[in-house]
Every structure is written in structure tokens, then in C-alpha cells.
């Protein structure tokens, strides 16, 4: 079955520090690939997207994801956390002409001030 | 704001009640999904709509759930003789196709409490 892993299940970091959050899918073909957040107490946001083309695609708020398709990855990254930041993230995966999306279990960042 | 809308926002009702949620899409936008979260999971696809078509199901939908979309525009999903396991968060999201660049767009969600 396809599946998205997403390697940490709750990350720590100080305010200014780099994020890496790992994602890997499952699929072999075409695959669509997003990241979400959601914010304490808030929905689901998009965080950015890769359909095709460049796989290093940037988002809001200063993320950014790179897409390795000899790893299967699309982890996400940013240079420099603000406590803002501090929220679950998803990584989700669209195989193919599939339209639902599998999610990985989702990763909380917690950014302390 | 005229972004997903879900109703409502809670709601707690005792084993073996029905509960029916509901959900506004985006206008314009054919494409209408349910999901199901519970805690410490990501969200778990259930079913799917074109316009009014339901075009896949998964297999965590059971005999117990319903989902319509009678006109392509809002939808319905219904739960009957509710189990304590059925408490979780439903959500329903929203994309328009076209291309091959589908996103989806995400309500609020519905919480369910079974007691």
C-alpha cells in the first residue's frame, strides 16, 4: 500500500535555529507532493506544493522542500525558526492520477522563544 | 472569508445515535473530499466527490457511513448507530481540476465525541 513516513514525531528547537523535517513516499510513479501546517487551534493551511519542474520548491513563510526522487523524499526545510513556526506539520503525498492525498503521521515543532 | 466550511464545529452524541456533518466547498470547486484524523494520526481518506459523483471509497468506510453531494455543491456525511470508536476528527476539503495540479483546500473539521 502507498504510505508517507515522516521520521520525527515531535521536534524541539530554539528560536533561530534551522528545521529539517524528513518525508518519504511510498509510490514509484508521478506522484504529487505537499506539505501542510496547522497552527494551534487552526485548520489545515497549505505550506507549499511540487507538481514537476524545478524540486526545489519554496513556500510561505520562508519554507522551502526539495524534492529527491531517486530517495523518495520532499523534506521540508527552513533556515532560521521563529516560535511562530510552532506547529504540527504533514507531509502528503498524491499518487499518480489518484486524487486523495495520504498523509504521513504529521511532525510537531515546537519552537521555543 | 469564503474558504471550506464545516458544520458543525463539535459535536457529542451517545453510542448507536446517527450524527450527519456537513460541508461547504469553495465555490467553483467540482472536487469534494472527506478525510477522517484522529489523535496522533494524519488525515485517513475516505471518500471523494466530482460535482455530485462519488467517485471512490475507501475501505475504512463502513456500511454505518453515507456521503452525498445531491447537487455538485455542498455534502453530507452521515454516521449511523454511532460506535465510540467512530470519535474523531472529520474533515472535508476541496480542489478544482482542470490540470494536472489538483490542491486541495481544507475546512475546520467536525469533532466527533461518542460517549
Given at each position: 500500500?502507498?504510505?508517507?513516513?515522516?521520521?520525527?514525531?515531535?521536534?524541539?528547537?530554539?528560536?533561530?535555529?534551522?528545521?529539517?523535517?524528513?518525508?518519504?513516499?511510498?509510490?514509484?510513479?508521478t506522484?504529487?507532493?505537499?506539505?501542510?501546517?496547522?497552527?494551534?487551534?487552526?485548520?489545515?493551511?497549505?505550506?507549499?506544493?511540487?507538481?514537476?519542474?524545478?524540486?526545489?520548491?519554496?513556500?510561505?513563510?520562508?519554507?522551502?522542500?526539495?524534492?529527491?526522487?531517486?530517495?523518495?523524499?520532499?523534506?521540508?526545510?527552513?533556515?532560521?525558526?521563529?516560535?511562530?513556526?510552532?506547529?504540527?506539520?504533514?507531509?502528503?503525498?498524491?499518487?499518480g492520477s489518484q486524487g486523495?492525498?495520504?498523509?504521513?503521521?504529521?511532525?510537531?515543532?515546537?519552537?521555543?522563544? | 472569508?469564503?474558504?471550506?466550511?464545516?458544520?458543525?464545529?463539535?459535536?457529542?452524541?451517545?453510542?448507536?445515535?446517527?450524527?450527519?456533518?456537513?460541508?461547504?466547498?469553495?465555490?467553483?470547486?467540482?472536487?469534494?473530499?472527506?478525510?477522517?484524523?484522529?489523535?496522533?494520526?494524519?488525515?485517513?481518506?475516505?471518500?471523494?466527490?466530482?460535482?455530485?459523483?462519488?467517485?471512490?471509497?475507501?475501505?475504512?468506510?463502513?456500511?454505518?457511513?453515507?456521503?452525498?453531494?445531491?447537487?455538485?455543491?455542498?455534502?453530507?456525511?452521515?454516521?449511523?448507530?454511532?460506535?465510540?470508536?467512530?470519535?474523531?476528527?472529520?474533515?472535508?476539503?476541496?480542489?478544482?481540476?482542470?490540470?494536472s495540479?489538483?490542491?486541495?483546500?481544507?475546512?475546520?473539521?467536525?469533532?466527533?465525541?461518542?460517549?
Amino acid at each position: 500500500a502507498q504510505s508517507v513516513s515522516q521520521h520525527n514525531h515531535h521536534v524541539i528547537l530554539s528560536e533561530a535555529a534551522s528545521l529539517e523535517l524528513g518525508c518519504n513516499y511510498s509510490y514509484g510513479g508521478t506522484v504529487n507532493l505537499f506539505w501542510y501546517v496547522q497552527y494551534p487551534g487552526q485548520h489545515l493551511q497549505l505550506l507549499l506544493k511540487y507538481f514537476s519542474g524545478d524540486p526545489l520548491v519554496k513556500g510561505i513563510k520562508g519554507f522551502e522542500a526539495e524534492f529527491i526522487k531517486s530517495k523518495f523524499s520532499f523534506n521540508l526545510r527552513k533556515p532560521s525558526v521563529q516560535w511562530s513556526d510552532t506547529a504540527e506539520y504533514f507531509c502528503a503525498s498524491a499518487p499518480g492520477s489518484q486524487g486523495n492525498l495520504i498523509f504521513g503521521k504529521g511532525t510537531k515543532l515546537s519552537v521555543k522563544p | 472569508d469564503t474558504g471550506v466550511s464545516q458544520d458543525p464545529r463539535h459535536k457529542i452524541t451517545k453510542r448507536g445515535q446517527n450524527v450527519t456533518f456537513r460541508c461547504d466547498p469553495i465555490s467553483e470547486h467540482n472536487r469534494l473530499y472527506w478525510y477522517r484524523q484522529t489523535l496522533g494520526q494524519g488525515p485517513e481518506f475516505l471518500t471523494y466527490f466530482q460535482n455530485e459523483a462519488q467517485l471512490e471509497k475507501s475501505r475504512l468506510l463502513s456500511d454505518r457511513f453515507s456521503a452525498e453531494r445531491p447537487k455538485g455543491s455542498f455534502s453530507t456525511l452521515e454516521i449511523q448507530r454511532t460506535e465510540q470508536g467512530d470519535s474523531a476528527m472529520y474533515l472535508c476539503a476541496s480542489s478544482r481540476t482542470g490540470n494536472s495540479q489538483e490542491t486541495q483546500y481544507f475546512g475546520p473539521g467536525t469533532r466527533l465525541l461518542v460517549l
